[in-house]
């Protein structure tokens, strides 16, 4: 046990970890030089967004120069806030954690958020700086704002270059040296952690689990502890580039387990294995189902595919514990899901997996977060449908849920996001300047400003050099009305929205301005309204199409004129039958891209 | 089944016109002697082959020049059977279309011709690239009656640069009082990769215009005796494009030249549009193929049967011809297009609705399979 160290690489987005990851495999001869792709990110989705959505984790052979033969346990772990929780039980399974910071970007808020969870996680950490071959690399200010953000030591940080391979091999000492060995007794009663699972259509869930006492071997028979539901193991091994199946796995070690765990919902992330046999072992602290921030309709475009739709979600769901779905119905869209999501990134992978890995055709309505809407006699509804809302008069209050968000911006730009944030309601709570070149402002946000465009715009408005990282914080009383769309003179459910009563008629008449862009003309006139209740506070109409090509039908080239009807048919198959009018998905997500 | 049409492409034209994206080339008239061999050798492999209609297209087939038009209806004759034509069509520009030219196509056998006017309001012509005067646009037609053509076409655009609508109205009674008996209106579109598509003008009508033009040219063509017999297509009574009516009916026909499109048992075919190639070697010139399901099959002949606003589509024939489980999904749809207004039904027969001439698209969309 001695020989092994489980570490994690910690960073902000874009900082390098995945780079990161493929020269350790490539330097310590686990995969060759000549594979491009990025190893630990296989989903396509990640490798196209650049992010690590799924943790996984790799076992290292690994020959130190002092010639001793080591265990390196790298766990890969997700690299943004909608995944914290995920990444707060990585951290767990590991005993060191290597901070990775982009020489010429900083240190930015996710490096610190994610820095803070190692802390709390008691792991050693190994601060490297990166990408120190590029022109514009500012080695020395990293290491100020380790130190002075952190309270890093400057002597302590490693230099490396990921893409050139520079100081790597150091880094690997340093891993070994640094990180403490795992402690444990291989004869005491098993303990495990879930630190991350996937799905395999023929063995069911596979937990990837960190062995902390005891040992664990085919044909024991394990418990979950939150549900104590009982399996017996049929399979232990490690992740090399594949699993690898091994005689079993003891006190510090980290792998697999194949127990034939049917359905996703029955192992967590952040549970605990205990043996069956030794039912009374404590759960490791701090386990807690993950919680939907975020709520969206999803709907089949074609309505009769709603089984079908179902289906999928049941299977994405043994895949992706985390997202939530139950039945919905929209007078507009017919039968659909109301699915909940960690955060919005992790909405938008969602979304995204389900059309591509599950070849669903859907239309997703705009986000919603959960408002608390407390009626006049008394009763308090937890609503993520602005459509659920009961009638006006019957609100007492609404409250809505908040973060609090930690922004790291140039001091040039300071002024734009602080404008920014009071646009979206936020309550400045503190600014702190860790050098004199940077300043970190701390806001109370509605999640819902959040998760429209606030991340967006605050990108735009410090030309990409602010940083984010926010967590949940509790809920606050706010002046709140529900808006309606009306579409060719009926209410389109799947369009409401709840926004602040101050500056409602500016931000629906955007909306309905938006509306009558991306709704595409029919052959008559379609009115929209923004309406609060009766009282319409937007308005505007699509003039119908009034010709569309009436070109020469040449020489008898029918199949160019059938193909060009065809690709307009596709492009049609993609929008909803709303009443008479086809609406595309864009619309759905207009309020998300006003341009106010 | 009746006998096929024959299309013949003649690429080449003295200059190109700004808004064109047909495949022609202009400075290329040294390869016009190669071109007509070429087409010939491409004849031979329809070999014996009988054709009913004749069109003879382009480009600028009057920039051939009587001569080498001769000499190609010659050649083509000792491998075609085109000596039964119930009509010959040719295109001719104004520029080219002289006495000489006229009356030796008259002598060839073309009872119809199609001039390329467009417009008869000089500023609009040469803001579109065309080469020719609206004066010689007007001569060229007088020409072409006085050498006994009895059918004159004339193309005409709606939407060009600087048109208004008191310019085309006035481009329209002129042609209606040069007695022409056949109009093709066409709406200007901006296609990929031509002059206009680069370089935009400013001055361009939008669709609003388009749509009220095309409206009032549609009703003063109709009280001048003219039937709106097709999309784009006026006729006097009896002087519809026959060899046209044939590729609306889903009929079968051969084209000759590069970008030359085929219909023949079944299949649909288009030569490269490469002319070197072609004058290189005829029979190895690459062509694109289109195979279709038969549901497929009948969706495209109906789409195109709905172009023909007075005889429209009989769906009862279709499912006797295709098959009549197969033109179910086909009849479901026209149905609910019939429900919509947007198609017109009378028993098993269907045809636009007035309201959707201007939107076809729209209504086509959901006729394709």
Redesign the interface.
């Known amino acids: 046990m001695n020989n092994i160290r489980n570490f994690c690489i910690i960073a902000h987005i874009d900082h390098g970890k995945s780079t990161l990851a493929d020269r350790i495999l490539e330097l310590t001869g686990l995969i060759r030089k000549a594979s491009m792709e990025q190893m630990l990110d296989s989903m396509d989705l990640e490798r196209e967004r650049g992010i690590t959505i799924k943790a996984k984790s790799v076992r290292i052979p690994y020959k130190s120069a002092s010639g001793d033969e080591f265990i390196l346990n790298l766990i890969d772990t997700p690299g943004h806030v909608d995944f914290n929780y995920e990444v707060s039980r990585s951290l767990m399974a590991c005993e060191g954690a290597v901070l990775l910071v982009d020489a010429s970007q900083g240190v930015e808020a996710q490096t610190i958020a994610n820095a803070n969870l190692a802390l709390d996680a008691g792991l050693k950490i190994i601060p490297v700086i990166n990408k120190i071959d590029l022109p514009n690399a500012m080695v020395d200010d990293c290491s100020l704002q380790l130190y002075s953000m952190l309270g890093l030591h400057i002597e302590d940080i490693l230099h490396v270059s990921a893409k050139e391979g520079t100081g790597v091999l150091e880094l690997l000492e340093a891993i070994v040296d640094r990180v403490p060995p795992p402690q444990g007794n291989a004869s005491d009663p098993l303990k495990c952690l879930i630190f991350d699972s996937f799905y395999d259509a023929y063995r069911g869930v596979i937990p990837h689990l960190r062995v902390f006492t005891g040992m664990l071997k085919a044909g024991d028979k394990i418990m979950v502890k939150s549900t104590e539901k009982v399996f017996e193991v049929e399979e232990v091994g490690y992740f090399s580039l594949g699993l690898v199946q091994a005689a079993g796995l003891s006190a510090g070690d980290v792998g697999y387990t194949v127990a034939l765990i049917r359905n996703a919902g029955e192992i967590h992330v952040g549970d605990t294995v205990v043996s069956a046999e030794h039912p009374e072992v404590p759960a490791i602290p701090g386990f807690r189902m993950s919680q939907p921030m975020v709520y969206c309709g999803v709907y089949p475009i074609i309505t009769s595919d709603y089984a079908k739709l179902g289906a999928a979600l049941e299977k994405f769901k043994l895949n992706d514990s985390s997202v939530t779905f139950e039945k919905e119905t929209s007078a507009a869209l017919g039968y659909g899901y109301r699915m909940g999501f960690l955060g919005l990134l992790h909405m938008e992978i969602a979304l995204e997996r389900l059309k591509r890995e599950y070849e669903q055709d859907i239309i997703a309505t705009m986000p919603s977060v959960i408002y608390k809407v407390a009626t006049n006699n008394g009763e308090i509804q937890m609503l993520d449908n602005p459509s659920k809302f009961p009638p006006e008069g019957q609100i007492d209050h609404i409250e809505e849920p908040m973060i609090r968000a930690r922004v790291i911006v140039p001091t040039g730009f300071v002024g734009p996001c602080m404008e920014l944030a009071e646009a979206k309601r936020g309550s400045l709570v503190g600014i702190e300047h860790p050098d004199d070149k940077r300043a970190t402002l701390v806001y109370d946000l509605p999640l819902a400003e959040m998760i429209t465009d606030f991340y967006d715009r605050l990108k735009s408005v410090s030309r990409g050099y602010a940083s984010m990282d926010y967590e949940m914080n509790g809920y606050r009383a706010a002046d709140l009305v529900k808006v309606d769309i009306l579409v060719n003179n009926g209410v389109v459910d799947a369009l409401s929205y709840i926004s602040p009563k101050e500056g409602a008629s500016i931000k629906g008449r955007a909306l309905i301005y938006k509306l009558s862009k991306v709704i595409p003309r029919h052959q008559f006139k379609i009115p929209l309204q923004a309406a609060i209740g009766s009282q319409v506070i937007a308005r505007a109409d699509i003039f119908p199409m009034r010709k569309d090509v009436i070109a020469k039908c040449y020489g008898g080239d029918i199949t160019r004129k059938r193909k060009l009807l065809e690709k307009q048919k596709e492009g049609k198959k993609k929008m909803k039958m709303v009443g008479f009018v086809e609406v595309p998905q864009e619309a759905f997500l207009s309020l998300m891209k006003i341009e106010e | 089944m009746q006998m096929p049409g024959l299309?013949i492409?003649i690429p080449f034209c003295i200059s190109k016109c700004l808004y064109c994206d047909?495949y022609s080339l202009a400075g290329k008239d040294d390869l016009i002697d190669g071109y007509v061999s070429a087409v010939v050798r491409e004849s031979e492999k329809y070999d014996g082959m009988s054709f009913r209609t004749l069109y003879v297209?382009g480009g600028t087939p009057s920039l051939l020049g009587a001569r080498r038009l001769a000499r190609l209806m010659e050649s083509l004759q000792s491998h075609l059977g085109i000596d039964r034509l119930v009509e010959a069509t040719i295109e001719a520009n104004p520029e080219s279309a002289d006495e000489d030219f006229l009356k030796a196509v008259r002598n060839m056998g073309f009872k119809r011709i199609s001039i390329g006017v467009q417009s008869l309001d000089d500023d609009e012509l040469k803001k579109a690239g065309r080469v020719h005067s609206s004066a010689q646009a007007l001569k060229a037609v007088d020409v072409a009656f006085s050498c006994g053509i009895d059918n004159v076409s004339a193309d005409v655009i709606i939407g060009l640069p600087g048109q208004t609508g008191e310019s085309l109205d006035n481009t329209l009674r002129k042609l209606i009082g040069a007695g022409l008996t056949h109009i093709?209106v066409?709406?200007l579109?901006i296609?990929e990769g031509t002059a206009f598509a680069a370089c935009p003008p400013d001055d361009l009508p939008g669709?609003?215009f388009?749509?009220l033009m095309?409206e009032s040219v549609s009703g003063i063509l109709k009280r001048s005796g003219f039937i709106h017999y097709e999309?784009?297509n006026f006729a006097l009574p009896g002087k519809e494009c026959l060899h046209n009516l044939n590729?609306?009916r889903g009929g079968e026909?051969i084209?000759l030249g590069p970008?030359?499109?085929?219909?023949m048992g079944g299949r649909?075919w288009?030569n490269a549009s490469d002319l070197m190639a072609y004058i290189d070697d005829p029979a190895a010139v690459g062509f694109?193929e289109?195979i279709v399901d038969v549901e497929t099959k009948m969706a495209?002949e109906a789409?195109?049967r709905l172009?023909l606003l007075e005889e429209g589509l009989d769906a009862g024939q279709l499912a006797r011809r295709y098959g009549f489980n197969e033109s179910k999904g086909l009849e479901e749809r026209l149905n609910n297009l019939a429900g919509?207004k947007?198609l017109m039904k009378k028993g098993k027969k269907y045809k636009l609705a007035p309201?959707?001439i201007?939107?076809?698209?729209?209504v086509?969309?959901?006729v394709?399979n």
């Open positions: 299309y492409h047909f297209g093709s066409y709406c579109s296609e669709d609003e388009q749509a095309y999309i784009s590729y609306w026909y084209g970008s030359a499109a085929s219909h649909r288009k694109d289109d495209e789409m195109l172009r919509q947007m309201g959707s201007l939107t076809s698209n729209r086509f969309v959901d394709i």
